[in-house]
């Protein structure tokens, strides 16, 4: 039912053969796709088919083609008629204004070959009055197949007009030209050629022009599977289906990823120092070879010149560094010694070092430390690297060598170690030796091999650290 307040003309209609008996059928109107605006907000389409009673009859609502606010707006309706029996039925258009509320088919539809496809609709009949005399016969063409004179010009079988018709209008309808000649304006193609025919349109039968199909603007086109075509596949982002986007994986405020294995990669672990022990964060360093405070420290070691000492760090974590550190228990800052140290991995592979050996401050002489490490130059001693590097997790190696002073120049803080059995070399599995060194050293080498001839561990082991400036 349409919405209340679209305004409608209902079309009554009766067809019956020449003598008289009621045909069988149906009536088809269509209309563009309609839209009305608010307050109705329906959009109509598809045609609407009238079926003839056992009487002949039918009866149709529909809405004006003037209706207020339609879009679009000057338009028609195509009425096709369908009628058993015969071949070639009518299709021809009309206006249904909303001032005529009810109209008969038989007011507005073409009778004439001669005039257009569109037909003015006339205005609303009176009363019906007391039969007239039938109007004087017009001269009469040669007789068609079987309709009868001066009844449906266009196709001379039907006939219905006359004996159903208004015996005045009848007589107006005989001046029409030679009865049931198929070319005198009957319709015998659609959209074909030869003519006569009847171009019938995307929007007179209310569909959606093929040319729309996979067009922008148009309908959506199915592959043979009936799926839509992937060209045609809206593209989603991830906010709009309430997913994290691929960029998130592994990063900062994002997800956490998984390595080859399936597992959660060691740097995407916090961190998991105990609590309220001494880390080396908690003393400034980013990371060490050993705690200094809980190894025993006996005697005075001096490092050797020209040897190259080789500790091993253990680093969990993405770690940014940039200085190398060795703990002195005594060092003056002599002017003429010259120092290189740098930072390996596991596999013997140099992540840096210092470009040429440099020299080397006193030990002991930050602000505020305690007298005595001051005076006897006890402390920390960095040796810059030429920029940050952030070490992955992993085993590596630090290495420090004074090239150039004497035998007693740097003494060392160290793990005590008189024998080839250093507690820092007990491992399982892939071997990883923390402490050893080689001898007649005057720089950083290219890269370690802790398997290699010339590696001892016979010595007192220094303890090292990582720092970030």
């Known amino acids: 039912m349409l919405p209340e307040g679209i305004p409608t003309v209902t079309v009554t209609g009766r067809y019956l053969t020449p003598d008289g008996r009621p045909l069988s059928g149906r009536v088809i109107w269509r209309a563009p796709l309609l839209v009305f605006p608010a307050p109705y907000d329906v959009i109509l389409g598809a045609p609407v088919t009238a079926t003839l009673d056992p009487q002949g009859r039918f009866e149709v609502e529909l809405p004006a083609t003037d209706a207020p606010g339609m879009n679009p707006t000057g338009w028609a309706y195509t009425v096709a008629e369908q009628l ?9 258009q009309v206006l249904l204004p909303a001032e005529t ?40 063409g040669p007789q068609g197949k079987q309709g009868a004179p001066g009844v449906q010009g266009e196709r001379g079988e039907q006939g219905e007009r006359g004996a159903q018709g208004d015996p005045g209008r009848q007589g107006e309808r005989g ?70 986007a691929t960029t998130a994986r592994g990063a900062a405020g994002g997800v956490a990823s998984l390595d080859t294995s ?27 070879s050993c705690d200094p405070y809980g190894v025993a420290n006996p005697a005075a070691k001096y490092l050797t010149p020209q040897r190259l000492y080789v500790t091993g760090i253990n680093i969990t974590e993405p770690t940014p560094v940039n200085r190398v550190i060795m703990f002195a228990r005594g060092y003056g800052g002599v002017s003429g010694n010259r120092y290189a140290a740098g930072i390996y991995r596991e596999n013997g592979t140099k992540v840096t070092s210092t470009a040429a050996p440099v020299s080397l401050a006193m030990a002991g002489q930050t602000t505020g430390s305690p ?12 040796i810059a690297m030429p920029s940050t590097v952030t070490l992955t997790p992993g085993r590596y190696w630090l290495t420090w060598v004074l090239t150039t002073g ?54 007192d082991i220094p303890i090292m650290a990582l720092a970030l400036v």
């Open 175 to 244: 001046e029409q030209g030679p009865k049931g000649d198929p070319g005198s304006g009957s319709v015998s193609t659609v959209n074909d050629d030869p003519g006569p025919h009847v171009v019938l349109t995307a929007a007179k039968v209310g569909a959606i022009p093929a040319t729309d199909k996979g067009a922008a603007g148009g309908v959506a086109s199915l592959d043979t599977g009936g799926i839509l075509t992937p060209a045609q596949r809206p593209t989603y982002t991830a906010a709009q289906v309430g997913a994290l």
């Open 406 to 459: 004497a035998a007693n120049d740097y003494a060392f803080f160290h793990v005590q170690n008189e024998a080839t059995v250093a507690p820092a070399n007990f491992f399982f599995g892939t071997p990883f030796a923390r402490a050893w060194y080689l001898a007649s050293q005057s720089d950083t080498p290219a890269s370690l091999n802790q398997g290699a001839a010339g590696v001892l561990t016979n010595h």
């Open 371 to 382: 007298p005595s490490m001051i005076n006897d130059h006890v402390g920390a001693t960095p």
């Open 84 to 92: 058993d029996g015969i071949p070639a039925g009518r299709s021809y």
């Open 101 to 140: 509320p009810r109209v008969d088919i038989a007011d507005i539809a073409p009778t004439d070959p001669t005039t257009p496809n569109y037909v003015a609709v006339k205005g609303e009949q009176g009363p019906q009055g007391e039969p007239g005399p039938p109007g004087e016969q017009g001269e009469q």
């Open 262 to 288: 399936s597992r959660l990669p060691v740097e995407q672990l916090p961190a998991t120092a105990p609590r309220n022990i001494w880390t080396p964060q908690s003393l400034g360093f980013q990371a060490w």
